[in-house]
C-alpha cells in the first residue's frame, strides 16, 4: 500500500505529463479504465452514490463508500483514489474515521471538497486527513477541492483572488494538492498554476481545453467527475426509450463484447 501510495503521488510530478482520471463508480468500471491503460483510478462521488440509491451532495453514507472502495480496490492492482465529498461526517472527528476506513479499504489518496462548508471547516477536515493517514504510516495524497467557480461562491470579479486564498488555506493544512472545477479559459487555469504551490487539478469535459493544452498549461492532473457515468447512462435511457417507442434496437450496436467484459473479472 505504501508503494501504491508513493507512485501516485510520482503521477503528479511531471506537468507535461498530466495525470488524466476516468473516474469510476464500481468494479467494472475500474477495471475497464485499468484495462485501458490508466496508471491510477479515482472513483467519483456521484457515479457511487447513483449506484446505491442516493443523491450527490454528501448523501451517502459511510458504510456505502467505504464498501464501494472496498470492492474496487480488491478488483485493480493500480492506486486508487476517493473522492469522500466533505468527508461523510458532520466535523473533523468524523472525518478522520472516514479516512481511517478508506485507508484501511486500500485508498491511497482522497478528494475533500469545501462546498457549502466554511474554509475554516475544510481547514480542519484536511488536518483531520493528515492525522489518520500519518497514524496509519501511509502517505496518502489529499486534494483539496474548493467549489469557489464551480458553485458561484462570491462575486464573478473576486473568484480568483478567493480560490487563491482558499488554496493556500488547505495547502498549509496538509493538502498535496488543489482541484478547482469549474474553471476552463486558458488565463485562469495559467494564473492558477503559477500561484498554487502544488499541483493543480481541473476538470475537463466536452468542449473543454485538450488535454495537450492543459499540459501546456501546467496542470499536474485532468478528471472527467461523473461525466463517465452520466454518458454510461444516457445509453441505458437511449437503450429504453428506443425498445419502448420505437421496439427496436440500434442503441445497443456499440456495447462491449459481453465475453470481452466477463474475461475482465
Known amino acids: 500500500m505504501i508503494e501504491h501510495a508513493a507512485a501516485f503521488h510520482a503521477l503528479h510530478a511531471d506537468p507535461s505529463r498530466p495525470l488524466l482520471l476516468a473516474n469510476v463508480w464500481d468494479v467494472a468500471s475500474a477495471r475497464i479504465v485499468e484495462e485501458a491503460g490508466a496508471p491510477a483510478v479515482a472513483t467519483t462521488s456521484a457515479g457511487v452514490a447513483w449506484a446505491v440509491g ?150 475537463a469535459g466536452p468542449g473543454g481545453l485538450s488535454v495537450a493544452e492543459l499540459s501546456r498549461l501546467g496542470v499536474a492532473r485532468v478528471s472527467v467527475g461523473s461525466s463517465v457515468a452520466q454518458a454510461a447512462y444516457a445509453v441505458a435511457r437511449r437503450a429504453a426509450a428506443e425498445l419502448f417507442d420505437a421496439g427496436t434496437y440500434e442503441s445497443l450496436a456499440r456495447g462491449l463484447d459481453y465475453g470481452e467484459l466477463n474475461s475482465l473479472f
Open 54 to 203: 442516493r443523491a450527490d451532495g454528501n448523501a451517502l453514507q459511510r458504510a456505502d463508500a467505504v464498501a464501494a472502495v472496498s470492492r474496487i480496490t480488491g478488483a485493480v492492482s493500480v492506486p486508487v483514489t476517493v473522492d469522500v465529498e466533505a468527508g461523510y461526517a458532520a466535523g473533523a472527528d468524523g472525518v478522520e474515521r472516514t479516512v481511517d476506513a478508506m485507508l484501511e479499504a486500500g485508498a491511497v489518496g482522497i478528494n475533500i471538497e469545501d462546498g457549502a462548508l466554511h474554509p475554516d471547516e475544510l481547514v480542519d477536515r484536511i488536518s483531520a486527513a493528515r492525522r489518520a493517514a500519518l497514524r496509519a504510516g501511509v502517505p496518502l495524497f489529499v486534494n483539496a477541492r474548493t467549489d469557489v467557480y464551480l458553485g458561484g461562491l462570491t462575486a464573478p470579479e473576486n473568484l480568483l483572488a478567493e480560490t487563491l486564498e482558499r488554496a493556500h488555506r488547505y495547502l498549509d493544512a496538509g493538502a498535496d494538492g488543489v482541484f478547482v472545477p469549474g474553471v476552463g479559459d486558458r488565463q485562469t487555469i495559467a494564473t492558477l498554476v503559477e500561484a498554487v504551490a502544488s499541483p493543480l487539478n481541473v476538470m
